[in-house]
Structures are given as C-alpha cells and as structure tokens.
C-alpha cells in the first residue's frame, strides 16, 4: 500500500520559518519526481516546488527565494523549507509522488495546515 504523510504544520508569525516533511512508504521513493502543493479556502491547489530524481527543483514564483525543497532517498522523505513566511502561505500543504515512466501515475498526502498570523 502506498502511503505518503505529512509533518510539520502549524501556526507561526509573519516573518517566521516552518519545515514541512513528507514520509513515502510503498514506492521505490528514489524513482519518483516529488512535489508540494497547497491549497487554501476558495483557492485552487498550485504547485509551490517541485524536486526530480536527480535534485534538479523548481518553485512557483510566488515563494521563490523563501523556499526550499529537498529530498532525502535513505529515509524516502521529502522536505520543504519556509522561510519569512507571509499570511498569504496559508493554506493545506500537500505532497505528492509523481513517476512519468514506464507509465504516469501519481500518490497525495492527505496535507498539513500551516497558518500564518500576522
């Protein structure tokens, strides 16, 4: 059974940091692309990072130069560094594993809520 689990949420000041990890069981977790997204009420879900096999990442405009992704295949964990965060960061953090060969498929988290005060 595949199973990805999130940690880290909670709830912090404008201007404070918050490390958010992701645990993948069930996968063979240094095969799979690994990305964060999140969602807030009325919002859609974005892509906030993304981090690939090989390291290569990538990360929505909105957090670029306060985030950080990284991965560590020993303990199949996925992390997301937050820094100065903003109450705009609000929302349901949620991770997902994603392989695009031999054929595409994707696995969710179920997320975790970081709310931001100001």
């Known amino acids: 059974q595949v199973q990805l689990v999130e940690s880290g949420g909670g709830l912090v000041q404008a201007g404070g940091s918050l490390r958010l990890s992701c645990t993948a069981s069930?996968?063979?977790?240094?095969?799979?692309?690994m990305e964060w997204y999140r969602q807030a009420p009325g919002n859609q879900r974005d892509l906030v990072a993304g981090i690939t096999s090989g390291e290569s990442t990538r990360y929505a405009d909105s957090v670029k130069g306060r985030f950080t992704i990284s991965r560590d295949n020993a303990k199949s964990t996925v992390y997301l560094e937050m820094n100065s965060l903003k109450p705009e960061d609000t929302a349901v953090y949620s991770c997902a594993a994603v392989r695009d060969s031999p054929w595409n498929r994707q696995y969710w988290g179920q997320g975790t809520q970081v709310t931001v005060s100001s």
């Open positions: 069930g996968i063979s977790f240094y095969l799979y692309r």
